[in-house]
């Protein structure tokens, strides 16, 4: 028993840094938008909280996916809202080739840094197939 109170303390001590927190105050809206430049679907999605992604939707030839994404000026921090308004972590946002789109992703380069954002600023980006891989600039 007295091992497990130190680990116990540990896991509560480490609850904080990942309660991200509720809804948007305090944080500026960003639009991502990924315009489908090639001849087949794409799929973007979001890596959260280490071992977590959300799938931010798909998008045919001409199309494109969009999401609303939130940054903390404070800190840097990027956050997508779920639902109930809780803030999801983001990680690491990509596309790929629909139905394969982790093994043929290409990162979408996010800003993280502390300091005033441009309310309603887009992050977009173009995507098209190179090869067996989709790359976004």
């Not at 280490?50 to 030839?61: E, K, R």
């Not at 380069?109 to 995507?127: E, K, M, Q, S, Y």
Request: with cysteine.
């Amino acid at each position: 028993m007295i091992r497990f109170l130190p680990s116990f303390a540990l896991v509560l001590a480490a609850l904080p840094a990942f309660a991200a927190g509720h809804g948007p105050d305090g944080l500026t809206e960003r639009v991502f938008r990924a315009e489908n430049r090639g001849d087949g679907r794409i799929a973007c999605g979001a890596a959260i909280a280490h071992w977590y992604s959300v799938d931010l939707g798909q998008a045919g030839p001409g199309g494109a996916v969009s999401a609303r994404l939130w940054f903390d000026p404070a800190g840097g921090a990027v956050y997508l809202l779920n639902d109930k308004q809780d803030r999801l972590p983001v990680e690491a946002l990509w596309c790929g080739v629909a139905g394969r789109s982790w093994a043929t992703r290409s990162p979408i380069d996010l800003p993280r840094h502390a300091g005033p954002v441009a309310a309603g600023a887009a992050i977009a980006v173009d995507c098209a197939p190179d090869g067996d891989r989709l790359v976004c600039r």
